[in-house]
């Protein structure tokens, strides 16, 4: 039996968490590497030093529990969150924050960010486990039923008291408040989290491109492609490459910074109005690629299945890509 050791992962510059005692055990003895590029060195570097085995996510399913840890670079989507949503201990190799759909899930016990080769050091056994680690404690099977046929029983009487027509309807208001309340809550997060910081990043490298010129550097080097319903097909399919799809598609960086240096042009009159849906589908090509294997393991897919279907996707989006163009070239005609 393999004995496997323990290391501390600290958060990098600009990182977010406290750091995550990572000790892989006999049934949880993967470290599962989801960054699109093989093996990232993170992973490789954790397995080196506790023993235990590396997996490339995008190649391989991995049951959740044998997973002891995860590594990840995402820039703040649903896959931030996906990982922690499981109670698996997340290492992030961006520095990023909480935030997305499933920022809720994230913390300091299961999640770090910024995260490099030299962040990860051995520790010695007597170090307190994470959190995320300990086995939940379960209730004898009798001592639950006991439980809950007394809570049971108690609500039952607690409604018997309180069976009156105003009390149920002050009861039903006041869920329905909560639900709006809690919905507005909910909102402000998301509001808060994701929409303004996103409108101040572009609105930053707006800036920086009027500003420096880049803008039109670029727009030169794209002109013979920006300027034929053929180029933007060309686009579709250098986006899509499965060599690249997975890699440039994580924080859709690319798309914003290329969709900000086209949607310039087509205000200026450099290329015609009736591209911007063909280039729309052009420059996002590689949407969702870097997702594909968190998807299927959300979907609880079996291990043949994302050997198949990871590849599959990532193949049917040349083909998709360049269609997606044609058809919202077609649509357009007319539009503008």
Not at 207 to 225: D, F, K, Q, R, S
């Amino acid at each position: 039996m393999p004995e496997y050791k323990a290391v501390f992962v600290r958060p990098g510059d600009n990182g977010w968490g406290d750091g995550l005692r990572v000790h892989p055990t006999t049934e949880k003895n993967k470290i599962v590497s989801v960054t699109g590029g093989g093996i990232h060195p993170v992973a490789q570097r954790v397995a080196d030093l506790t023993g235990a085995e590396v997996v490339d996510g995008f190649k391989n399913a991995v049951p959740d529990s044998e997973i002891a840890a995860a590594v990840i670079d995402c820039g703040g989507t649903a896959r931030i969150g996906v990982y922690p949503m499981k109670n698996i201990l997340t290492l992030d190799v961006l520095p990023s924050s909480p935030s997305g759909p499933l920022s809720k899930h994230i913390n300091v016990r299961n999640f770090v960010s910024g995260v490099k080769p030299d962040c990860v050091a051995l520790v010695g056994a007597d170090e307190p486990v994470s959190v995320a680690q300990e086995e939940p404690v379960l209730l004898d099977k009798e001592e639950f039923k006991e439980k809950y046929a007394a809570v049971k029983e108690e609500h039952r009487n607690n409604q018997a008291m309180q069976d009156s027509f105003l009390v149920r309807f002050s009861r039903k208001i006041g869920n329905v408040m909560g639900i709006f309340y809690q919905a507005g809550r909910d909102t402000m997060e998301m509001l808060f989290k994701n929409i303004l910081p996103f409108m101040a990043f572009m609105s930053t490298i707006i800036g920086i491109i009027n500003y420096t010129g880049v803008g039109n550097v670029i727009a030169n080097l794209l002109e013979p492609l920006s300027g034929s319903i053929l180029g933007f097909v060309v686009i579709a399919f250098i986006c899509s490459i499965p060599l690249i799809s997975p890699v440039i598609g994580p924080g859709a960086v690319i798309a914003q910074v290329i969709g900000v240096l086209i949607g310039t042009q087509i205000a200026r009159g450099t290329i015609p109005v009736t591209y911007a849906l063909p280039a729309l589908f052009a420059i996002n090509a590689q949407v969702g690629c870097d997702f594909i294997p968190v998807g299927l393991s959300l979907g609880e897919a079996k291990p043949e299945t994302v050997s198949i279907g990871v590849p599959a996707i990532l193949y049917s989006r040349v083909v998709t890509g360049a269609l997606a163009v044609i058809i919202g070239w077609i649509f357009s005609i007319g539009m503008y």
